[in-house]
C-alpha cells in the first residue's frame, strides 16, 4: 500500500482508534496480572459511617472475608461448611455432611496449637 507521495504507510492522524492494539493484547493483559503485588481482597470497602436501617453491617466478614482469612492464615475453618455435603473423594465411611462436633473438636486442636 503506497500512498500518493509514496509514503508506506498512512500517518497516525489517518489510523483508526478501534484498530490500535495497545493495552488489549493477551501479552498486555497478562504483563499487568505478572506485576500485581496487592492483594485483591484488600479493594473491599467495609466500615464508614453505619447505617442504622442496614440489616447486616458493612464491616461483618462475609464469605469471600473468610475464604480470603483462611487463605492467609492456611487453616481451613471446617465450622464454615456445616451442613454441606463433603464431596471427599476417599469412601471412609464417613457421614455425609460435616458434623458439628467435628468443628469443635477441630477449633480446640487449633487453639491448642496456638498456644
Given amino acids: 500500500m503506497t500512498l500518493p ?3 508506506p504507510f498512512p500517518d497516525e492522524s ?3 482508534s478501534e484498530q490500535a492494539d495497545a493495552g488489549s493484547q493477551a501479552n498486555d493483559v497478562a504483563d499487568d496480572a505478572l ?3 496487592s492483594d485483591l481482597s484488600e479493594e473491599s470497602e467495609h466500615g464508614g ?3 442504622p436501617a ?3 453491617p458493612d464491616d461483618v466478614p462475609d464469605l469471600v472475608d ?3 482469612e483462611m487463605d492467609r492464615s ?3 475453618d471446617e ?6 455435603p463433603r464431596m471427599d473423594d476417599e469412601d471412609e465411611g464417613e457421614e455425609d455432611e460435616i458434623d458439628e462436633d467435628d468443628a469443635i473438636d477441630w477449633a480446640e486442636e487449633r487453639d491448642e496449637d496456638d498456644e
Fill in 79 to 84: 465450622g464454615a461448611f456445616d451442613g454441606e
Fill in 66 to 68: 473468610k475464604m480470603n
Fill in 49 to 51: 459511617r453505619p447505617n
Fill in 54 to 56: 442496614q440489616i447486616i
Fill in 35 to 37: 506485576g500485581r503485588t
Fill in 5 to 7: 507521495d509514496n509514503r
Fill in 74 to 76: 492456611g487453616w481451613i
Fill in 14 to 16: 489517518e489510523e483508526n
